[in-house]
């Protein structure tokens, strides 16, 4: 027995003989007496010592999976969509997937069997493409939910240049005021910020991809899939005490020219229409 399970060991080897020692003393063990009259978790009165009560056993390795192909080649086409196209997958687009594959493989041995190389009784057994097999299916692949990694992102070089730059010009501006007004006039500052927004915003969301990698990535045009609109914030120092102006201004696209229509009058926000969703240097200046 030893030798059928280590066919390239030689008797001197340490690992033979200790392989011979343990098959020894397997062969001599005795069996110990059951308890009389024990009573196990499950009921039994058999002396087992199992503490798992049979409709409480699972295998270690559990049930075998129907159609391990279909795993196999769904994995390769989830690799090859993330590796070479970069794009999102969900749940749906997976299931779509694993029912072309399935009917791939039975056209495959239907194939087979016309030819005489497959016996109709071994049809392969597929399983029913469900939400709860593709979560089974991404445990075992190890695909969870990841956050897509930064694509745009300034360097701390380049940052320290720009604010640098910004701070110089105020102090440039503010002490070429003090010098030409002194204190006779106090400077005034009117500011006003811009963030183009989306009403149907991905970029945020989480992509499926590999447990453990360093990096996930989609790509994406976002500017032809996502209708966009712009919001404008103003500000004043020193700030006025009955200010006339709105707090933030919506821009949204219209087929007319800059029309304003203030409706959310609580809010204190300023709801414009324009032909182009952004404000541009004409309907700045507007």
């Not at 005795?30 to 010592?49: A, F, N, R, W, Y």
């Not at 989830?78 to 999102?88: A, L, Q, S, W, Y």
């Not at 009917?103 to 030819?115: E, K, S």
């Not at 380049?158 to 640098?164: M, W």
Request: charged fraction near 30%.
């Amino acid at each position: 027995m030893v030798r059928e399970d280590n066919p390239f060991l030689s008797e001197n080897d340490p690992r033979f003989q200790v392989e011979r020692n343990r098959y020894n003393q397997l062969a001599m063990k005795k069996e110990k007496p059951g308890v009389l009259g024990g009573v196990t978790i499950s009921g039994q009165k058999d002396g087992s010592k199992n503490k798992v009560a049979p409709g409480r056993r699972r295998r270690k390795a559990g049930r075998r999976h129907l159609c391990p192909e279909l795993r196999d080649e769904l994995f390769a086409f989830f690799v090859d969509t993330i590796e070479n196209v970069k794009g999102r997958l969900d749940s749906v687009i997976l299931m779509v997937q694993a029912e072309i594959i399935i009917r791939d493989i039975l056209q495959f041995f239907n194939d087979l069997v016309a030819q005489g190389k497959a016996d109709p009784a071994d049809r392969p057994r597929v399983p029913k493409i469900t939400f709860s097999w593709i979560y089974r299916w991404r445990l075992q692949y190890g695909i969870t939910y990841r956050t897509v990694s930064l694509r745009v992102k300034c360097s701390w070089a380049k940052l320290y240049q720009r604010i640098t730059l910004f701070w110089v010009n105020v102090l440039r501006l503010r002490w070429l005021h003090y010098f030409l007004r002194g204190l006779q006039q106090t400077l005034r500052f009117l500011n006003c910020d811009e963030k183009p927004l989306w009403y149907n915003y991905t970029a945020d969301q989480k992509a499926m991809a590999l447990r453990g990698v360093a990096r996930v990535e989609v790509r994406e045009i976002l500017a032809k899939r996502k209708q966009r609109f712009t919001a404008k914030t103003i500000t004043r120092w020193p700030r006025l005490k009955n200010p006339e102006t709105k707090k933030i201004a919506i821009l949204v696209k219209g087929k007319t020219d800059l029309v304003t229509k203030d409706v959310i009058q609580s809010e204190g926000v300023l709801l414009q229409y324009a032909s182009h969703a952004s404000y541009q240097e004409a309907t700045n200046n507007e």
